[in-house]
C-alpha cells in the first residue's frame, strides 16, 4: 500500500508566515511573469510587490491566469517611478539588493549577503527588465548586488525563476 499520496488544494494549511521581505519588479514587460511574481510572493511569505515603471498592474486576465487569482491575496502597489520609491524606501530602514550579474555582485549564497540577511533589516529585492536587467541608476541606489551563479554557457536565467531561487534562500535564512 503506498502511503505517499498526492495532496489537493484542500489539503493545504496556510502559515500566515510574512518574511520581511518585499520585491520591486520594475519594467518586467510579460504579464504573465508579474502573474508568476503574485504566486511567488503568495507562496513564500513575501510581505509586499511593488510593481514599477512599466510592468503591468492588475486587473489583467493574462497576470490573473498565471497568478491563479493571488492577486487578491498578495500586497501590492503600483509606482511609476522605482528610483524614488527606493530612496523613500531606504529612508524608512530597508536594505536594498539587487538581483543581477555584475563586475561587483556577490553569490546569492555568499557569506557577505548571509550577513545582510542577518541584520534583521526589511529587505528589499530589486528585479529587472527581462531583456535589459536592472537600471544603473537602480544599481548604484542598491546597498547591495547579488547574483545566481551560472555554471552553463548561457549567463542568465529568467526574471520568474531567478526571482523563485533568490526568494527561496532569502525566505530559508530568514526562518
Do not use: W
Amino acid at each position: 500500500m503506498n502511503k505517499n499520496v498526492q495532496l489537493t488544494h484542500a489539503d493545504h494549511e496556510k502559515s500566515n508566515i510574512k518574511f520581511p521581505l518585499s520585491i520591486i519588479a520594475n519594467d518586467i514587460s510579460s504579464p504573465l511573469n508579474v502573474g508568476s511574481l503574485f504566486r511567488l510572493c503568495d507562496a513564500l511569505g513575501i510581505e509586499k510587490l511593488y510593481l514599477c515603471g512599466d510592468t503591468p498592474a492588475p486587473p489583467n486576465s493574462k497576470i490573473n491566469k498565471t497568478s491563479r487569482s493571488t492577486e487578491k491575496y498578495v500586497n501590492y502597489e503600483v509606482h511609476a517611478n522605482a528610483e524614488s520609491l527606493v530612496k523613500k524606501l531606504k529612508t524608512a530602514g530597508s536594505y536594498v539588493v539587487s538581483l543581477e550579474i555584475t563586475s561587483s555582485s556577490s553569490a546569492i549564497s555568499s557569506s557577505k549577503f548571509t550577513k545582510v540577511l542577518k541584520m534583521n533589516k526589511p529587505l528589499c529585492l530589486i528585479l529587472g527588465a527581462e531583456n535589459s536587467g536592472i537600471s544603473d541608476s537602480l544599481l548604484s541606489l542598491s546597498d547591495l548586488t547579488v547574483h545566481i551563479p551560472m555554471h552553463g554557457y548561457n549567463s542568465s536565467m529568467n526574471v520568474i525563476s531567478a526571482a523563485s531561487i533568490a526568494c527561496f534562500e532569502i525566505t530559508r535564512n530568514l526562518l
